[in-house]
């Protein structure tokens, strides 16, 4: 995993509008290869089965289960590379990929925010997570994170090596706004 500055303008910079901004692009290999596997197992097991001869029972099946592998690979090619932006809108996560937002939350849902030590086994796993009743989590590896605590009392969290920044610019734009 990799974490990069996708702005010419660095971390904690105050752009000519006055007010501080983060951004960070992060490319997660794990899920660039995870990517390619079920790639190729849908296309090795899926391929064949539409080409060989079969009933029309067999090839319908085929091509259901070809779209759900194609979904699948789509959803896991999300996270291969996602960009994550703080200013005076807030904090949006998008995937870089497809260029569709995953995550937005605006300051004036914001209450806390603060950088800590993140596991996929304390969030569920690896990808995007959903702790029903407490979080929601996008963790691409174990390190550091952004946790943010909304005012509904639950929480976001994603991994991102220089989280300490983002939380920087987070709190001082939730403090400028408030």
Known sequence: MTSTPDSPTPTGHTPASGSPRFERTITSRLFAYTTVFIALLGCAIYVPLMILPSTADDRAGAIVGGIAIAVATVAVASFIRIRVSVDARGLRVTSAVFGYPLVRIPLDRIAGVHSDMLRARDWGGWGYRIVPGRSTAI????????????????????????????????????????
């Open 139 to 178: 963790i691409l590896h174990a390190g550091p994170g952004l946790v943010v605590e909304k005012t509904n009392d639950r929480f976001f969290a994603i991994t991102l090596d220089d989280a300490n920044a983002a939380a920087a610019v987070l709190q001082r734009l939730r403090t400028t706004t408030a």
